[in-house]
Nanobody, 124 residues
Framework: QVQVVESGGALVQPGVSLRLSCVASGSIFSINHMGWYRQAPGKERELVARITSGGSTVYTDSVKGRFTISRDNAKNTVYLQMNSLQPEDTAVYYC??????????????????WGQGTQVTVSP
């Protein structure tokens, strides 16, 4: 099986920085794109940033210039460096990874996996 686990959420004041981490583990053949979504109370889940296996990135407009997504392919890990955090960044942040999973006596199968979420609260 495959697991995706986030860490790093916290309660912080506006203007500070925070780094989220997400590790994928298990029967992994390869990982394609990885990304971060967030969901604020009463709002839809939205894409924050995504990174391909080759390092190409996409950001939602509200975080451009403040957040940086990166990945360590050797560690199956994706990071989200968040600078100049604002109260509107408050949300549960979810990691997702598109993974080719190894199967016994069958070809690898590609699926999207999600973590359980980590809370980021930005408040004075």
């Amino acid at each position: 099986q495959v697991q995706v686990v986030e860490s790093g959420g916290a309660l912080v004041q506006p203007g500070v920085s925070l780094r989220l981490s997400c590790v994928a583990s298990g029967s992994i053949f390869s990982i394609n794109h990885m990304g971060w979504y967030r969901q604020a109370p009463g709002k839809e889940r939205e894409l924050v940033a995504r990174i391909t296996s080759g390092g190409s990135t996409v950001y939602t407009d509200s975080v451009k210039g403040r957040f940086t997504i990166s990945r360590d392919n050797a560690k199956n890990t994706v990071y989200l460096q968040m600078n100049s955090l604002q109260p509107e960044d408050t949300a549960v942040y979810y990691c997702t990874a598109n993974i080719m999973r190894v199967r016994y006596n069958a070809p690898p199968i590609q699926s999207d996996y999600w973590g359980q979420g980590t809370q980021v609260t930005v408040s004075p």
